[in-house]
């Protein structure tokens, strides 16, 4: 047998250890991000979640106006903690268009009502059928949608204070 | 004074296993005969110590000693018995001392027992072991100290997660603990065969006993995890191709190539460099699955309580002992005589072919489950699961049952092929039936299910004509184990396939009064009901199971658990156990209707799947036993013998 | 050492199951197609597509509500006719190969197709030698 037969299985080990160590040393972030920025939204027709606001598709988006889509529900935590970035948000101009996921009309108003209702238009989402055609694993999430309908930029989880000046540039630049 | 009382132990035992190396090196280097004589009684005291210590443990878990931070953090004062014991090493820190403990008792065995092994190769075996023992116990001292002292007691335990109150935790995790740690003393024979050029039949012989055992306890361990997370998980499922499950059996399919492998070199004297290189590599797995599960690196349904820190203290144990070993391997190897050769139409053919797709078999299951680490690293997630795994694995694994089948038939040194195909007849009819049965009755099914079941039924035929004309009752025990053990593969694989192939699944929503069909049952919900336990309530369903056919009756008890601290809700599954299979009941939510979800399963012959495993096992342990005291004739024999000379000496 | 705790994980969704309670699962969530082909080729492409919400599980065995309404996606589409392997193509353009536990063959994915066949020449290659030898050499083995 020759020599370098011999060190093949450490050589094969070596490779192992850069693999992992590798993985170690900069941790896999876990989050699935969407691959739907940059293309259109799809196409959806969403009912109304509460009696005060209109329900939303997809020609909502289709305004000339870049707008937020914001993934959420009253089930949701986080989507508390949220609630005042999102109006922050409103105050500042920005348009926000909210997706309520596997809720119930009366639950979603109580949220509203408890948590303040910064969007324009809500369309309930049952079957979670929008969240699936956009791309979105959680909720909540937020998009930014251009004029044209197409998405430019995903928030995955909350909306902190110091994300709404970001955000507010993204929506400046899809403009 | 319990917990200190255990550290001070964990200290001298691990002062004890640096002496132990220390004497060793020294004693191999020449430079001090009379160190040598002090490293078996070093050795035996290290692995005493470390058990006290860990009966320390145990004790400070019965007793909840709540101003211990381990127990605080993972025992109650109010819970059963079983789990407050079986909680000592349901956690990171306790499942460690638990590995050091069984590592410094097998150090004590060898020490104790080994007798064949020429004086330097045993005393580097010792030494191999001591190093490799100082890095787990630098692990626990210095990373996970088990014995930690809280600065107040706690008022009470935070309590050990409802899920793992189950009768699985007692037997599992020690069963594959005590397989990952026989590989190391395997791994520890092979370094010191290495260092001191001794690679040989009588090396085989005295490493074989610890790979058989490991290998028993990783076949039970993995059967045992398996059946728990299909009774569990509430959804019928017995593999998943997660990567901590992943991380069990490559162990398992190492340790299998290497009892073969070993038993080649023990016999003939052949497969050197292989059989060295197989017990490097199985004990690599047992660490690298060891890593894989502790450090987090991987997601998994089985997530430990992961920490990158100590994921980076064993990767780097990992670098030392599996590096330093394929080094010296690598430098050494060129120095091992091949030893005899053979043809391909015989035993050791068969078994060199089996090693070979094993180690595929290992190469695919490794590469598949560290793949998505390497893609995300290009920037690119990806999942690799059955798809892969299924087919890729069946590329190698069916040929290795077809090898499997046909090598106990072949003699050693060379056979003919003609006899060969005579005896592979008989087999190869049964198949042959099996397939135009399935045909015939098994309705559409996939081609890999139904490659499982002919192969099952051959292997199974061809795995008990070793026996013929034989007389059974001197028959000796290691060929009982070797049929017995091949028979357990037959019947596991028999199971997996039946499951994949004739598993029955009716999801309904479901009211009292309401009747189901399932398989051979006819299932009617009769009642839903609260129950409580000790902490827990539920609502249980009352489901009367009645044979459609023969009108026989049996009632099942799915429940929905929740537990009320932390809250938690289970899913309890109802089986009714039959000898051609499992009903599996689990009671869903509640519809807005009113109506219950139930999902019922009808899974013929699915305990197939852990019988097989338990024969695999039943199998190593006759084999292990047969071993054994054939050494000990052997051993009293060559006694007798030098015995007798002696007498006819004193004689003449 | 692996059940050793299906747990921390298992909690977490578990826990948001309660949470999501007040919404009954998707209607196809826990209901199977009139047509047992159908249901068979649902089941068959559930079993290889991830559940976004769990940590490694198919969207066959979860509890997770997500996953229920993944399961519903892929019935309503099977039933509707729709080609399985168009409806992991579907899911994979919005959620990347991260979605599918059937890696396709691509730039990053060949070399795990590739691992098998490069596994099989590496042990006839290391294994050449000694049979050739060897079936010289019988007869006159040592």
Known sequence: ?175 | ?652 | MRLLVIITMFLGMVGMAVAQQSMPPAPYAYQQLDDPAQEAEAKALMETLRCLKCQSQSIADSDAPMAGDMRHQVRTRIAAGEDPEAIRAWLVERYGDWVSYAPTVSAVTWPLWAAPVILLLLALFLMRGRFRRAHTDDGKDS
């Open chain 2, 1 to 652: 004074m319990i917990a200190e009382a255990g550290l001070a132990c964990l200290w001298l035992a691990a002062a004890l296993s640096l002496l132990q190396l220390l004497a060793g090196g020294f004693s191999l280097a020449g430079k001090g005969e009379q160190l040598a004589s002090i490293i078996r009684p070093v050795a035996i005291v290290q692995g005493i110590l470390v058990a006290i210590a860990f009966v320390m443990l145990i004790w400070l878990f019965l007793r909840t000693d709540l101003s211990v931070k381990l127990v605080a953090m993972n025992s109650h004062s109010a819970k059963p018995f079983l789990y407050k014991f079986a909680g000592t090493w349901g956690n990171h820190e306790g499942s460690m001392l638990l590995w050091v403990t069984i590592m410094g008792l097998s150090g004590s065995c060898i020490a104790l027992l080994e007798k064949r092994l020429r004086s330097d190769t045993m005393i580097a075996t010792l030494a191999a072991q001591a190093f490799v023992s100082i890095g787990f116990y630098a692990f626990l001292l210095f990373s996970s100290n088990p014995f930690e002292r809280l600065p107040s007691p706690a008022p009470e335990g935070q309590g050990l997660n409802p899920l793992l109150q189950d009768p699985g935790l007692a037997f599992h995790p020690p069963t594959l603990y005590i397989g990952y740690v026989g590989l190391s003393v395997a791994f520890s024979f092979a370094v010191g065969a290495l260092i001191t050029r001794n690679v040989g039949p009588v090396f085989a012989r005295a490493m074989r006993p610890w790979v058989l055992g490991a290998w028993i306890f990783l076949t039970l361990g993995i059967t045992a995890g398996s059946y728990w997370a299909y009774y569990e998980l509430g959804w019928g499922g017995w593999w998943f191709w997660d990567p901590v499950e992943n991380a069990s059996l490559m162990p398992w399919l190492a340790a299998t190539a290497l009892l073969h492998s070993v038993s080649v070199l023990a016999t003939r004297g052949a497969l050197r460099t292989w059989t060295i290189m197989l017990a490097v590599v199985a004990f690599s797995m047992s660490m690298v699955g060891t890593f894989l599960v502790r450090s987090g690196i991987l997601t998994s349904v089985h997530a430990f309580a992961v920490d990158p820190e100590r994921g980076s203290f064993i990767l780097a144990l990992l670098a030392i002992y599996i590096g330093g070993a394929l080094a010296l391997f690598a430098i050494r190897a060129v120095t091992i005589r091949e030893g005899t050769r053979f043809s391909f139409f015989s035993r050791e053919g068969a078994l060199v072919l089996n090693n070979v797709l094993l180690t595929a078999i290992l190469g695919i299951v490794l590469i598949g489950t560290l793949y998505p680490l390497l893609t995300e690293a290009m920037g690119t997630k990806v999942s690799v699961g059955p798809p892969y795994f299924n087919p890729v694995g069946a590329a190698f694994a069916l040929p290795m049952l077809v090898v499997m089948a046909a090598g106990p038939l072949l003699r050693w040194r060379g056979d003919s092929g003609r006899k060969l195909l005579n005896m592979m007849a008989l087999p190869a009819l049964v198949a042959a039936v099996t397939l135009l049965l399935v045909v015939l009755f098994g309705g559409q099914i996939g081609i890999l299910p139904l490659l499982g079941l002919i192969l099952a039924t051959g292997l199974a035929i061809a795995s008990i004509i070793p026996l013929w004309r034989r007389n059974l009752l001197r028959t000796p025990l290691n060929i009982w184990g070797m049929v017995i053990a091949h028979m357990g593969i037959a019947v596991a694989l028999f199971g997996m396939a039946s499951e994949s192939a004739f598993n029955q699944e009716v999801l309904v929503a479901s009211q009292p009064g309401e009747s189901h069909e399932v398989g051979p049952y006819t299932l009617t919900f009769n009642t839903i009901e609260p129950v409580a336990g000790p902490n827990w309530t539920a609502l249980e369903a009352n489901i009367t199971a009645k044979v459609t056919a023969s009108g026989k009756l049996d009632t099942l008890n799915p429940q929905s658990r929740n537990f009320s601290s932390p809250p938690t809700q289970t899913s309890e599954a109802a089986l009714l156990t039959r000898w051609n299979g499992q009903l599996y009941v689990v009671l869903g939510e509640e519809n807005v209707d009113g109506r219950w979800q139930l999902r019922l399963w009808w899974k013929p012959f699915v305990t197939f799947i852990w019988y097989g495993g338990l024969l695999i096992g039943l199998g190593g342990l006759l084999a292990l036993i047969g071993r054994t005291v054939r050494d000990i004739k052997r051993r009293r024999h060559d006694m007798q013998d030098a015995q007798n000379a002696q007498a006819e000496e004193a004689a003449a």
């Open chain 1, 1 to 175: 047998m020759t020599n370098w037969k011999l060190w093949l299985p450490f050589g094969l080990f070596a490779l192992f250890f850069i693999v992992v160590a590798g993985g170690l040393i900069s941790p896999s972030d876990r989050t699935i991000t969407s691959k739907m920025i940059g293309k259109p939204l799809p196409e959806f027709n969403l009912p109304q979640a509460v009696q005060d606001r209109p329900a939303l598709s997809t020609t909502d988006f289709t305004t000339g106006k870049p707008k937020l889509l914001n993934i959420f529900a009253s089930w949701c935590v986080p989507c508390i903690a949220e609630a005042p970035h999102l109006q922050a948000l409103t105050n500042a101009g920005a348009e926000i268009n909210g997706v309520a996921i596997r809720d119930k009309p009366a639950d979603v108003a109580a949220f509203l009502a408890r948590n303040g209702n910064p969007y324009a238009k809500i369309g309930a989402d049952n079957l979670s059928s929008v969240q699936l055609e956009i791309g979105s694993s959680g909720v909540p999430e937020t998009f930014v949608v251009d004029g044209q309908g197409r998405i430019t930029y995903q928030h995955i989880g909350d909306i902190r204070a110091s994300d709404v000046p970001m955000l507010l540039e993204k929506l400046e630049e899809a403009r």
